[in-house]
């Protein structure tokens, strides 16, 4: 049997799940053939700009590939093209950047760690006649033009690609850092742009739902615990740079939806999710164990720090007792010479 062909449309919470880094066995089960990094779903979907290779600057690779397709919106063609089995969804860009409308249904992603290296960028960036959006500055505004633009994909999907499954990955900021052993803000922490993660998180929810509720998608969620990022994570920490077992959780969670499209017999279905449930079970219960390991560490140094003060305490104590008696015995040394 022939790998699952998959594509992505996100960002790297999603595209990180397949990559060797995370999950080293991925590759038995999964062939990662398109990638869109960092589109708003609005660029994605209005018609594309023209461009020249000085437009572009010396970029490397990546960064170039990044701003290229966010222009050209060459995503839809290939994705026609290459028919992936599974197109995988995630709203990271317009939770975090936002767009630029450049003329009449032309749109680009306001990427500032990308685009705004680009000459492109510098000389479009004071021209008047453009204008800025963002999820949480213009909210109604990009909610009306995100809807429009995500109602016009999947229309296209439905006509283009109809055996195409949609997974939508509900990914979220964290705010929380782990840094040498300590949990700290990762917002306040220096490391990365301060972002209101609770309100970003809101919007990611109402962008997730309207999906959901409009269309026919499967979901990953995975969200049962705090994740944090971390320093030592490939790409540096950031709100959406997990700890290594929220992307073996999401492979998982894949597994989960392919098996049950993939498998037509009902029992087997059955027996299936069966064993699912009761993995899920022993890593609750693992998880449990941890937390109660965890707790009684902390336990056990509060105890240590409650009683330290009265140890010392205690061999004070020993210790001008040992004196007094030292001091003692020489004294009745002294009297019987």
């Known amino acids: 049997m022939e790998n699952i062909k998959v594509a992505v449309l996100g960002s790297c919470a999603t595209r990180d ?42 970029l490397n690779d990546y960064d170039r590939w990044n701003v290229e397709t ?43 760690w ?60 964290v705010s929380v850092l782990a840094n040498d052993g300590v949990l700290v803000d990762l917002a306040t922490s220096g490391r990365v742009k301060k972002e209101n993660v609770q309100l970003l998180n809101q919007c990611w929810d109402e962008l997730d739902q309207y999906v959901i509720d409009h269309f026919p998608v ?19 920490p950031f709100y959406v740079h997990y700890s290594e077992d929220y992307y073996h959780k999401f492979l998982l969670k894949l597994h989960r939806i392919v098996l049950a499209n993939q498998i037509e017999d009902h029992v087997i279905n059955k027996i ?31 105890l240590q720090e409650e009683i330290k003060p009265a140890d010392d305490e205690y061999h004070r104590e020993l210790k001008k007792d040992k004196q007094k008696s030292i001091i003692a015995y020489f004294k009745r040394r002294i009297i019987r010479k």
Not at 150 to 158: G, N, V
Request: glycine letters at 2%; aromatic letters at 12%; one cysteine or more.
């Open 17 to 58: 799940n397949f990559n060797s880094r995370f999950n080293p066995d991925y590759k038995e089960f999964y062939d990662c053939i398109l990638t869109q990094n960092q589109a708003s779903i609005i660029s994605l979907m209005s018609r594309p700009l023209n461009y020249t290779k000085d437009d572009i600057g010396e």
């Open 70 to 112: 966010d222009l050209s919106k060459s995503f839809l063609d290939n994705l026609v093209k290459l028919q992936p089995a599974y197109l995988i969804v995630d709203f990271f860009a317009d939770i975090h950047f936002g767009v630029i409308s450049v003329a009449a249904d032309q749109y680009i992603t306001n990427n500032r």
């Open 114 to 173: 990308k685009l705004w290296k680009t000459p492109y960028y510098k000389e479009l960036k004071d021209q008047v006649s453009i204008k800025r959006l963002t999820v949480l500055e213009h909210t109604e505004e990009y909610l009306r033009e995100w809807k429009r633009s995500i109602d016009q994909l999947f229309a296209f999907l439905k006509e283009k690609l109809p055996e195409c499954h949609v997974i939508i990955h509900k990914a979220r900021n």
């Open 218 to 236: 499967s979901v990953i969620e995975v969200n049962d615990k705090l994740y944090y990022t971390y320093n030592e994570h490939p790409w540096g």
């Open 272 to 302: 299936s999710a069966n064993i699912f449930k009761q993995y899920d079970d022993l890593m609750k219960k693992n998880e449990e164990l941890n937390q109660n390991l965890v707790n009684e560490m902390k336990l056990s140094a509060g």
